[in-house]
C-alpha cells in the first residue's frame, strides 16, 4: 500500500511538472519563419488546417497573391471555375468576436452562396488598419504569433498583373509544439484575442 501511494505520487508529480504544449501552425519561407495561432473557437478550420499541414499539401505552393495594405494569400491559387469541386470546402464558423485585425489568419473562399471556406487556401491581413469590410464574410480561425515583419516585406516584392510575386516565395507548412511559456515570450497572449 506504501509502495502504491509512492508510485502514485510520483506519477502525480511528474504530470503537474510536464508543461502543457500547444499545437501551432509554421510557416518558412525563403524570408524566414512564421508561427500562426490557431484559435479553438473555430474547430472545424483548425482541424482541417493541422490535416492539411502534417500531409505537407502546400509544400508545393507559395504565396501566390500579395497585395501591400490588404493581404499575403497562400496555397491553392484562385481559379477560373473557383473552389466549386475542392474536397477542402467547409461550413464557416463566424464569431462576432474574431475581426479581420493586423495579423489575422484566414481562409480563402470564392463567391459561393453559403460562404463556404477553401481550407486549402489561406491569408494574412496585412493593413495596419484591419479590413473590417471582410468581417463575415470570410473566416479567421488564427492569428500571426510571429512574423509579421516578413509579411510586411512579402507584401512588397514585385508582382505581376494578378498580384503573384516575380519571384516565387514558397511554403513550408508543419505544425510544431510550444509550451505556454515559450508562446509567452514571443508577446502573444493565448487567452485572449487579439484588441479590436
Given at each position: 500500500m506504501k509502495n502504491l501511494f509512492l508510485l502514485l505520487l510520483i506519477i502525480g508529480f511528474y504530470s503537474c511538472s510536464v508543461p502543457e504544449k500547444f499545437e501551432v501552425g509554421q510557416i518558412i519561407t525563403p524570408q524566414g519563419e512564421i508561427l500562426v495561432w490557431?484559435?479553438?473557437?473555430?474547430?472545424?478550420?483548425k482541424a482541417a488546417f493541422l490535416e492539411l499541414a502534417k500531409e505537407g499539401y502546400w509544400d508545393d505552393y507559395t504565396f501566390n497573391r500579395v497585395i501591400d495594405n490588404?493581404?499575403?494569400?497562400?496555397?491553392?491559387?484562385?481559379?477560373?471555375?473557383?473552389?466549386?469541386?475542392?474536397?477542402?470546402l467547409l461550413e464557416p464558423e463566424f464569431n462576432e468576436n474574431i475581426k479581420h485585425v493586423y495579423g489575422a489568419f484566414g481562409a480563402g473562399r470564392d463567391n459561393n452562396p453559403g460562404k463556404l471556406s477553401a481550407?486549402?487556401?489561406?491569408?494574412?491581413?496585412?493593413?495596419?488598419?484591419?479590413l473590417s469590410r471582410l468581417d463575415g464574410n470570410y473566416m479567421i480561425y488564427g492569428h500571426v504569433m510571429?512574423?509579421?515583419?516578413?509579411?510586411?516585406?512579402?507584401?512588397?516584392?514585385?508582382?505581376?498583373s494578378t498580384d503573384q510575386p516575380l519571384t516565387p516565395i514558397t511554403l513550408d507548412v508543419n505544425v510544431i509544439e510550444m509550451t505556454a511559456a515559450e508562446i509567452e515570450d514571443l508577446g502573444f497572449d493565448r487567452n485572449s484575442y487579439p484588441d479590436y
Open positions: 490557431l484559435y479553438d473557437d473555430t474547430p472545424k478550420h490588404f493581404v499575403a494569400q497562400g496555397g491553392c491559387p484562385d481559379t477560373q471555375e473557383g473552389f466549386a469541386y475542392s474536397v477542402h481550407a486549402c487556401q489561406f491569408y494574412i491581413v496585412q493593413n495596419p488598419k484591419g510571429k512574423g509579421m515583419d516578413l509579411i510586411d516585406q512579402i507584401v512588397k516584392v514585385e508582382t505581376d
